[in-house]
């Protein structure tokens, strides 16, 4: 198998399990420029299930850019420079495998797979769409 077979076997592993799997979250639903980036900088350090109440809340609050520029006080600071930083990281590991006709699709999937099986210190690899094609697949990972 070549290298685009390889490539298009492991895109359409992801989107396949991403169909049953795909989490329905707030922001992701009706997005804007403004809700993508609220939610990303939630979404820095706090997994998602703990972010939804928040993140309604917070747009509740703020459902605009103007409506949250109006805040008086600084609760918030923004670390933009560190946002971007982290958004191009993320867009180079991705570049290569990225579905071109579903790239929403198949990110929400990869972010997805990543947060519910292929966690950092204990992925599940039995229920993982991609034990095949994975090298680190029954790696031990407390060694
Ligand atoms: S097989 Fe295991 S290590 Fe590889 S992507 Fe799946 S969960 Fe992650």
Known sequence: MNTLDKTNLIRKKILSWGDENIHDL???????????????????RTNSKQVVPIYNSFINAYPTLKTFS??????????????????????????????PNYPRQYYYSLIDLAHTICKPHKPNCEVCPLQISCIFHGFNYRS
Request: net charge neutral; glycine share 2%.
């Open 26 to 44: 707030p922001w992701r639903e009706n997005q804007t420029p403004y809700s993508v980036l609220v939610s990303e900088f939630m979404l820095h």
């Open 70 to 99: 109006k805040e008086k006080n600084d609760r918030y600071i923004l670390d933009i420079s560190g946002e971007a930083r982290r958004r191009k990281e993320i867009q180079a590991a991705i570049a290569n495998t990225m579905d």
